[in-house]
């Protein structure tokens, strides 16, 4: 998987890594200003939508077993990790019992998709409902 020097990946939480560069994260906070800005205007209509959603009429029809998924991450094949095979994974969710699965998918490993609709395709067995999270890299997503 190709990595931005500034935004390294830890395999181990498939989480990135905290950000060090204090300049590369003041120039982050000077972009947000704008943003910030433009929400700072729009907070004196808090009020009003929450009043709105208080006084309106919701309608829950869900069954507690609904609201329960799992978030199943296709391996790469990591000196750091222990890969889980495919047959095993399908077995691990079907013991579970869920029903609705979250597949990640990192577009800075769209060369290995084939790999990722493999495995969507052995875990949608049975009447799982599957959503797919792309995971962008902020290479992909800067402006500059």
Not at 83 to 106: F, N
Not at 108 to 124: F, M, Q, V
Request: aromatic share 8%; hydrophobic share 40%.
């Amino acid at each position: 998987m190709n990595e931005h020097p500034s935004f390294r990946w830890d395999h181990y939480s498939d989480q990135p890594y905290t950000l060090n560069d204090k300049k590369f994260k003041q120039t982050l906070y000077i972009k947000a200003a704008g943003q910030l800005l433009l929400s700072s205007c729009l907070l004196p209509l808090f009020p009003i939508f929450a009043l709105i959603n208080f006084f309106k009429k919701q309608h829950h029809n869900t069954k507690v077993g609904q609201g329960i998924g799992l978030a199943v991450n296709v391996e790469s094949s990591l000196p750091e990790k222990t890969r889980v095979p495919l047959p095993d994974l399908v077995s691990m969710v079907q013991e579970l019992g869920v029903k609705q699965l979250l597949v990640r998918i990192p577009l800075a490993d769209i060369k290995n998709l084939n790999t990722y609709l493999e495995h969507i395709d052995a875990l949608a067995q049975g009447d799982k409902e599957i959503t797919v999270n792309l995971l962008q890299s902020k290479e992909m997503i800067d402006d500059s």
